[in-house]
């Protein structure tokens, strides 16, 4: 179902082996769900709020809930559940206008692909604790246009939160405040296929720490990180991982967040707009030549502006191959004490790059490091003027 096609140079295919793992792990977890139907509405605006459907507390019934039971109206759970037995689902949230308060109690299921599955339209869940899926999804949220979880736990399960669209598209979703670490691989993971899609997903204010692949996952059609829109992510493998779309980040550090290895890796972008952004780190053990700043792989358009990366192996890497002439424009940025070079250019099957031009750019790297590395076969022509006026805050 999810038919990505996999990178084949030793070099890309060591990068991405992992994330299309990940895929086949998504299509699998799908698959046995397919005969759901999928809410018909398509949102046109996106929300000011969450869209969170809480009815009066005083109106909601509080419920007794058995392993596998399927949830179709708005309710508070009454029990904790213990499913050793289930390999699906512990429990299913299926249909339109519904609220669904754990009230804090638990839900182990530790043989079950999700703790919870939700499909519809203006769904919210909140209160549960979802933990010690080894192979499975605290929750899985398919095909569902309208989308609010908050304040749940789903941490140490091998995914936190995945959301994924098939058929719809999946526009108005918020997921804020939750805890989702020390999960196996993905604090949170979104994904799309077929005509389904998902679109600036609003994730903030989550605990994704610890997290053993990407703390935060996020194939898109578009979405913006800045200040506002922040989780915690420290000591997790990777910080965010985008792909797909067209990316606007500004406005924010990761320096606190003490990631281990590449803190932000986009790949296959349509556009991906970076300002104000500082991607140094911290972290006091690296030992990895996968510490990067920021990572851009196969983007077709870049516009980066006053981007910081200090103390990684390489501050901003481009990587580039099957014939995508990745082209864009690096300004006003500061590249320090990086290990291996500032910026990194590489092709692995030599498609040459577009127009790449670096403006007013800065270098205090160290007498072994290099400013800009081009490695060996790659077709690129970099060049490097000083045109924009850093000094200038109307940009």
């Given at each position: 179902m999810?038919?990505k096609?996999?990178?084949?140079k030793?070099s890309a295919?060591t ?7 990940h895929?086949?792990i998504?299509?699998?977890l799908?698959?046995s769900?397919s ?7 398509t949102?046109?605006e996106e929300?000011?709020?969450p869209p969170?459907n ?5 109106e ?7 392993c ?10 009454g029990?904790d ?10 429990i299913y949230?299926v249909g339109n206008?519904?609220f669904?308060?754990?009230?804090g ?6 043989n079950?692909?999700?703790?919870l599955f939700a499909?519809?339209?203006?769904i ?10 080894v192979?499975g ?6 095909d569902c246009?309208?989308l609010s979880l908050?304040?749940?736990n789903?941490?140490?399960n091998?995914n936190g939160?995945m959301?994924y669209a098939?058929?719809t ?9 939750n ?6 691989l993905?604090?949170i993971k979104?994904?799309?296929d077929?005509q389904g899609?998902i679109?600036?997903?609003r994730?903030t204010?989550n605990d994704f720490?610890?997290s053993?692949?990407y703390?935060?996952s996020v ?8 200040f ?8 997790s ?8 779309g067209?990316?606007y980040l500004?406005?924010f550090?990761?320096?606190k967040?003490?990631?281990k ?9 349509h ?6 952004v500082d991607?140094s780190t911290?972290?006091s053990?690296?030992?990895s030549?996968e510490?990067?700043?920021?990572d851009?792989?196969?983007?077709q358009?870049?516009d ?7 103390h ?7 990587e580039?191959?099957?014939q995508?002439?990745?082209s864009g424009?690096v300004r ?7 290990f291996?070079?500032?910026?990194m ?5 030599q ?5 790449i031009?670096f403006?007013?750019d800065k270098?205090?790297?160290p007498p072994?490091s290099?400013?800009v590395?081009i490695q060996?076969g790659t077709?690129?022509d970099p060049k490097f003027?000083s045109?924009?006026d850093?000094?200038d805050?109307?940009?």
């Amino acid at each position: 179902m999810l038919n990505k096609t996999q990178v084949t140079k030793p070099s890309a295919a060591t990068k991405f082996k992992t994330l299309f793992q990940h895929k086949l792990i998504t299509s699998l977890l799908i698959l046995s769900f397919s005969a759901i139907a999928s809410a018909d509405a398509t949102p046109t605006e996106e929300p000011s709020s969450p869209p969170i459907n809480q009815p009066s507390q005083i109106e909601l019934p509080i419920i007794t809930v058995h392993c596998g039971d399927l949830l179709t109206k708005s309710a508070r759970i009454g029990n904790d559940l213990n499913c050793p037995e289930i390999t699906e689902s512990a429990i299913y949230v299926v249909g339109n206008h519904i609220f669904i308060d754990g009230r804090g109690h638990s839900i182990s299921a530790p043989n079950a692909r999700n703790g919870l599955f939700a499909n519809g339209s203006e769904i919210s869940i909140t209160g549960f604790r979802v933990n010690g899926l080894v192979k499975g999804n605290g929750i899985l949220a398919y095909d569902c246009p309208e989308l609010s979880l908050f304040e749940n736990n789903f941490s140490n399960n091998q995914n936190g939160i995945m959301l994924y669209a098939e058929h719809t598209k999946m526009k108005k979703v918020w997921v804020v405040d939750n805890e989702a670490n020390h999960n196996s691989l993905f604090g949170i993971k979104t994904a799309f296929d077929g005509q389904g899609i998902i679109e600036r997903p609003r994730i903030t204010n989550n605990d994704f720490k610890n997290s053993g692949s990407y703390a935060l996952s996020v194939e898109a059609s578009s979405y913006e990180i800045n200040f506002t829109e922040m989780n915690q992510m420290n000591f997790s493998k990777g910080g965010i991982f985008l792909q797909g779309g067209d990316f606007y980040l500004h406005d924010f550090t990761l320096v606190k967040e003490e990631i281990k290895n590449v803190q932000i890796f986009i790949a296959n972008a349509h556009s991906v707009t970076v300002k104000n952004v500082d991607l140094s780190t911290n972290y006091s053990h690296q030992t990895s030549d996968e510490a990067i700043g920021l990572d851009l792989y196969r983007a077709q358009k870049f516009d980066i502006f006053r981007l910081k990366t200090a103390h990684n192996d390489v501050g901003l890497k481009l990587e580039t191959e099957e014939q995508v002439p990745s082209s864009g424009r690096v300004r006003c940025s500061l590249f320090a004490d990086n290990f291996t070079a500032g910026i990194m250019v590489s092709s692995y099957d030599q498609t040459p790059y577009g127009a790449i031009l670096f403006d007013n750019d800065k270098f205090k790297e160290p007498p072994f490091s290099r400013n800009v590395f081009i490695q060996e076969g790659t077709v690129a022509d970099p060049k490097f003027v000083s045109e924009t006026d850093c000094n200038d805050h109307s940009f």
